[in-house]
């Protein structure tokens, strides 16, 4: 499930992320974190153009 692709996160944001994690009753960090990137990922495929996209990128505060 966690395949060969890395991402680097800060370590203040990794232990709120493993903390967290732990709280709500996911298996590891990586777990929690596949899940909000999948949740967050689902937003946007419901968009049917690459400009609803960006807008709602920018309502998420993820671009300016």
Partial sequence: MFGGNKVTIDKPLWEKIKKYASIA???????FVL???????AILEEADSDEEIKKKLKGLGYIS
Avoid: D, N, Q, W
């Fill in 35 to 41: 899940y909000a990137l999948e949740k967050e990922m």
């Fill in 25 to 31: 009753g996911y298996a590891s960090a990586e777990e």
